[in-house]
Nanobody, 111 residues
Framework: QVQVVESGGGLVQPGGSLRLSCVVS????????MGWSRQAPGKQRELVAS???????NYADFVKGRFTISRDIGKNTLYLQMNSLKPEDTAVYYC?????WGQGTQVTVSS
């Protein structure tokens, strides 16, 4: 059974940074394609960034140059480094793979 624990969300001022973490157990982490998505109140969930099993990354246009997805295979952990945060980045952020989703972590960008 896959277990997923997300952390790192919180309240940050515009222009600030946060790093989200997603620890995955119960599966073969290194072969997974994974991603981070987000959902703001009243809006549909949208893909933010993804990483293939080979390590190739892809980003939504609205986060390019600001967010970085990465992983530590030895720690079974997926990361999302978020810089230059904007109020419109406020959302619940989820890590996921083909067969599972994390519980989500709230990111609020506000002064």
């Amino acid at each position: 059974q896959v277990q997923v624990v997300e952390s790192g969300g919180g309240l940050v001022q515009p222009g600030g940074s946060l790093r989200l973490s997603c620890v995955v157990s119960g599966t073969v982490f290194r072969i997974l394609a994974m991603g981070w998505s987000r959902q703001a109140p009243g809006k549909q969930r949208e893909l933010v960034a993804s990483i293939t099993s080979g390590g190739s990354t892809n980003y939504a246009d609205f986060v390019k140059g600001r967010f970085t997805i990465s992983r530590d295979i030895g720690k079974n952990t997926l990361y999302l480094q978020m810089n230059s945060l904007k109020p419109e980045d406020t959302a619940v952020y989820y890590c996921s793979s083909a067969d599972w989703w994390g519980q989500g972590t709230q990111v609020t960008v506000s002064s």
